[in-house]
Nanobody, 115 residues
Framework: QVQLVESGGGLVQPGGSLRLSCAAS????????TGWYRQAPGKQRELVAG???????KYADSVRGRFTISRDNAKNTVYLQMNSLKPEDTAVYYC?????????WGQGTQVSVSS
């Protein structure tokens, strides 16, 4: 069992930056693949970025070059550094942890990009 708690969301102006954190507890976090997803009103949840237990990363085309995912296994935490934010990045951001058929989600954190 893994518990995930996201933090770091908020309101930011276009062009600004935010750093999201996802703190994990309850299991050996380092063996899980983790990711950040987002869901905007009226839209499906989509993958933003993912990072494997070995540190390999992947990004949605819409955020590549602006967002960076990283993890600190010693702190059981995954981060999403978001730069050059755009209004279309506005959504609830969720982190997940996956291991085989096991999958866990956090409760989400709101990111709003507006002037």
């Amino acid at each position: 069992q893994v518990q995930l708690v996201e933090s770091g969301g908020g309101l930011v102006q276009p062009g600004g930056s935010l750093r999201l954190s996802c703190a994990a507890s309850g299991s050996i976090f380092s063996i899980y693949a983790t990711g950040w997803y987002r869901q905007a009103p009226g839209k499906q949840r989509e993958l933003v970025a993912g990072i494997t237990s070995g540190g390999e990363t992947k990004y949605a085309d819409s955020v590549r070059g602006r967002f960076t995912i990283s993890r600190d296994n010693a702190k059981n935490t995954v981060y999403l550094q978001m730069n050059s934010l755009k209004p279309e990045d506005t959504a609830v951001y969720y982190c997940d942890a996956e291991l085989g058929t096991l999958r866990y989600w956090g409760q989400g954190t709101q990111v709003s990009v507006s002037s």
